[in-house]
């Protein structure tokens, strides 16, 4: 603001106030300012305008037809500059910049939408970039910096575990079910897991969760299981389960509603447990907009 500005306002101030109080002493006190100030104020006003705007009265001043016509309009200006500069100290605490997150999944799973929804009430400013991937891509971004928050998928989930680059919090835990096109009991009823090995499965890439996963209980036993696709997918992988290609791993809701519907065949003596997480780097988990986030997490999840 220039001084001329500044020195405008605090004219329309001495008159405003002058013209309430009716007594230039009083509307010095008010302003903090000394009566010949005041008067010089309001002089300059009648100037600029060429106004009469004030009658002397022997009780002090009283508003002319003219200055009781301007008074209302002086009003709104300084309560537009108040509004203003109330509107200048809001945005000053106000979270602004863009969040790179990281989805997987399906957004119902997630609860993305309740998250964004919480996220753009509590800070609009905030500008969001959704980058959709497979549980260990976002992971990795986050870990380089490429994302700023993310979901990810982990066979533990044990929050005070996780490595030191990161923040977590674990959403929910769920199952994961071994499912096999219809018709296929004989084949995955009463089978373990290297009975199941030997028969044809829908491979994953090694950045998705089914691909970890599967690797942590075939590893071990020293099994390949055979692989007749790649699929990187859910939806692929589902549809190619219906055609009759192999066996999947689908979430237990997403199998139960698919062996009532389509006749898909559950694995009864193995399962997978796994858990969705929230991720950050530990080091920026109190940047504003990254805190703004988890907050909006919080609430989503609550």
């Avoid at 010095?28 to 005041?38: D, F, K, N």
């Avoid at 209302?72 to 200048?88: I, K, N, S, W």
């Amino acid at each position: 603001m220039t001084a001329t500005a500044a020195l405008d306002l605090q004219i329309l101030r001495a008159f405003v106030l002058a013209a309430r109080e009716g007594n230039v002493s009083r509307a010095a006190e008010r302003l903090h300012l000394t009566q010949p100030a005041v008067s010089l104020q309001l002089k300059r006003l009648a100037e600029e305008t060429g106004l009469q705007l004030f009658t002397r009265t022997p009780h002090g001043l009283a508003l002319t037809a003219d200055g009781a016509a301007l008074l209302p309009q002086a009003e709104r200006v300084l309560a537009a500059v108040g509004d203003l500069q109330q509107a200048a100290r809001n945005l000053q605490g106000t979270v602004r910049g863009a969040l790179r997150i990281g989805t997987i999944l399906d957004p119902e799973f997630t609860r993305l939408g309740v998250f964004l929804r919480e996220l753009v009430e509590s800070a609009p400013q905030i500008e969001t970039e959704l980058r959709h991937g497979m549980s260990g891509t976002v992971l990795a971004q986050v870990l380089r910096g490429e994302l700023d928050v993310g979901f990810h998928l982990d066979a533990d989930g044990d929050d005070a575990a996780t490595p030191a680059p990161l923040a977590a919090r674990t959403l929910t835990r769920f199952t994961y079910r071994v499912v096999a096109p219809a018709g296929w009991g004989p084949q995955v009823l009463g089978r373990d897991w290297k009975a199941l090995a030997a028969l044809p499965w829908l491979a994953t890439p090694p950045e998705s969760a089914h691909h970890r996963l599967l690797e942590k209980v075939f590893g071990p036993l020293g099994l390949s299981p055979r692989r007749v696709a790649l699929v990187d997918q859910e939806a692929s992988m589902l549809d190619l389960l219906k055609s009759g290609v192999g066996l999947s791993l689908l979430r237990d809701s997403i199998a139960i509603r698919e062996s009532q519907s389509h006749g898909l065949v559950m694995a009864d003596r193995v399962q997978l447990d796994c858990a969705l997480r929230f991720v950050s780097l530990a080091a920026r988990r109190n940047e504003p907009v990254i805190a703004s986030a988890w907050n909006a997490l919080a609430r989503a999840w609550n």
